[in-house]
């Protein structure tokens, strides 16, 4: 028994074969190109699968990780602001019509929750909260032990929450929490407090991040200030859904030892004091979180593996 994971971003794509208990059997990546639009990557996409397919013969079941909007039940993607083209694309039933095996499509940050609480850093563990701190900043939801999308599947978009009056705008709002803390959000930062042609026009994060472990004053407080909007949004999770542990992604896993410290020491100033503490780490999965990702919609959904019971 084998599962096709599919983890589909705007970047690069990664087409995988695994078993039901998270080990990667083998992985293609390529560059999404996604300026081409869907169909070009539906061929790449399919190509990679194909050609798995033809080494391990037909797959148990299909795991989808992408952005959303989407229609998770239905597996309809609905134009993801990374992924151009993809407008209404019922990407469940044309993976079903290919290969006529049970199919789930799953947002990237819950698949992230999932792979991280059957795998990771949380497992064990019944209430998490994953954070991509990614490019973007969303929430994916582990509650009372199920997968939590909400009433409108739109559960986890706090990279939308106005965190204050002003600030880098990220999202579509200015002082959203993903402009404070993210990838995208980053540079836009250091702009704010530095505003001027200083940092030059393709200042990215990582840019910032090296910088700031080359000793760079500005480029410290400025990943310092993103740090601390961190916590601060941690906390309002804390206080709001009291989990055990929180999850990040990306950044904290490339860069955890520049932001955790800060984001942890404002969590425990800003939140209420509880007979234990919440857990703030780096996702356990590190670099290799998007394949398990992929292959988790189909675990958890699909109850394989460490859900079978």
């Known amino acids: 028994m084998w599962i096709l994971g599919l983890d589909i971003g705007g970047t690069k794509t990664a087409v995988v074969a695994g078993t039901a ?3 990667v059997l ?3 990546i390529s560059h999404s190109n996604a300026q081409h639009g869907f169909r070009p990557m539906w061929t790449t996409m399919v190509g990679h699968a194909d050609a798995l397919i033809a080494d391990f013969g037909p797959p148990t079941a299909i795991g989808v990780s992408i952005g959303g909007p989407m229609d998770a039940e239905r597996g309809i993607i609905l134009s993801p602001p990374n992924l151009p083209g993809w407008d209404a694309i019922p990407l469940r039933d044309l993976l079903v019509e290919r290969y006529g095996v049970p199919t789930w499509v799953e947002h990237d940050a819950r698949t992230g929750a999932l792979a991280e609480w059957m795998f990771g850093a ?3 563990a019944n209430d998490v909260v994953f954070l991509t701190f990614g490019t973007g900043m969303g929430a994916g939801l582990i509650l009372d032990g199920r997968l939590h999308r909400g009433w409108n599947g739109g559960a986890g978009e706090v990279g939308h929450w106005r965190l204050a009056r002003q600030g880098p705008t990220a ?5 959203s929490f993903e402009g404070f803390a993210s ?3 980053l540079p836009r930062l250091a702009r704010a407090m530095y505003p001027g042609d200083a940092w030059g026009e393709g200042l990215t994060a990582q840019d910032l991040i090296g910088l700031a472990r ?4 500005r480029a410290i407080r400025v990943v310092d200030r993103s740090a ?3 916590g601060r949004g941690i906390a309002l999770l804390v206080d709001l859904l009291d989990p055990e542990v929180v999850v990040l992604g990306s950044l904290a896993v490339r860069a955890g030892d520049l932001f955790l410290p800060t984001a942890r020491a404002v969590v425990a100033r800003e939140t209420l004091v509880r007979d234990r503490e919440c857990r703030i780490v780096a996702a356990g999965l590190g670099e290799h979180i998007g394949d398990v990702a992929a292959l988790s919609a189909a675990i958890y959904h699909g109850r394989f593996g460490p859900m079978a019971a």
């Open 122 to 124: 949380a497992r064990g």
């Open 214 to 217: 080359d000793g760079d004053q």
């Open 26 to 28: 083998r992985r293609t």
């Open 171 to 175: 999202f579509g709002k200015a002082g």
């Open 228 to 230: 601390q909007w961190l």
């Open 21 to 23: 208990t998270g080990e």
């Open 183 to 185: 990838g995208a959000g």
